[in-house]
């Protein structure tokens, strides 16, 4: 894996109801990110984060999992969230270490308790958040009604960025709202192209909504939508990314994971508009002295990082994941443990999918990494 620098890194937690489809988009991910050959299924028990035996015996995921995904230049985090509410500590620590989130929400069953639950976990955070409405290659889906009820539960503020094509109640693709293609599904493959006329009205529509609400993200843009009455691609482009991590916008996309719709638009929308680590503010802490300290997230700052997930491998023994805050870690480096005083020389770095580690040299602020034993 080739190194990445806190510009180019995410890191987004995927988190959802009991069943919603979380493992399955994760494994999706990694298919279409290009770091698994085929992808698994729960039901064969062979997915990439449902490792334990407990998971796959349950068909469930029970522990939160780290997914690294490279795409276009840029290193994604992804960490698959456990559904059931039994699991909130977990989700919480996952929280404590991502700032970014894709709520996944199953098309044929709409919002649940649990929904509702990682929904409010979230803003109490004010985790930037993609609401991800999977399973829309189900039989009788109606999305407008669904649409409808997801804006009235979380507001607003909620903005399709696609809407869902198809004939006959069929789902073949979505029409990418922001740069106005259709993305449809035809024998066996994802392809561009027009948006059926009968959509078209829709789609202006939904575009006419996006503008409005990049405009409300700053005085300058806002004047320019009164008097021009639009705005370039650019500006709304830079107004989604800055509205997204501000919380003032939360994009919609409809996705079917078995059938890889709209994944690569999900990844190109993590990269364009989720926050980077280096888009955060510092983090504070205290020195040995008890004194108040402050860490920008850069790799010229002091080496700063905290273990928010440890696993217990049978094999390798205790596998502690941590987030890097500030600076840079190689491999043979000595770092104090705080809470003990005791200085560590790193005996190995790595990140992990699933329950595969694979070796790093060095790693940056903003990245997450393990260190076994």
Sequence with gaps: MKEYHSQAIRNVAILGHLGSGKTTLAEALLFIGGAIEKKGEIEKKNTVSDYQVEEQNRLTT??????PVEWKEHKINFIDTPGSEEFIGEIENV???VKGAILVIDASKGIEVGTERSWEELRSRNVPTIIVVNKMDKENIKFEPLLESIRAK?????????????????FDGFANVVCKKAVLFKDGKIVEGEIYPDKLAKVDELYGTISEAVAETSEELLDKYFSEGTLSD???RAGLRTGTIAGDIFPILVTSSTK????????????DYMPSPADLKAKVGKNL???????????????????????????VGAINLFKIYSGSLRVGQEVLLVNNNQVLKMPQIFTLMGKTQIPLDVAYAGDIVGVAK
């Design 95 to 97: 929280l404590s270490a």
């Design 62 to 67: 029970l522990s939160a999992s780290l997914l």
């Design 154 to 170: 979380f507001g607003n503020r909620v903005v399709p960025f696609c809407w869902p094509l198809g004939h006959s109640e069929g």
């Design 289 to 315: 002295n008890g004194a108040e300290i402050k860490r920008m997230t850069q790799d010229t700052e002091p080496f700063s990082a905290q273990v928010f997930k440890t696993i217990i491998d049978p094999f």
């Design 234 to 236: 650019e500006e709304i």
């Design 260 to 271: 890889n719709i709209g994944i690569a638009t999900l990844l190109d929308m993590v990269v």
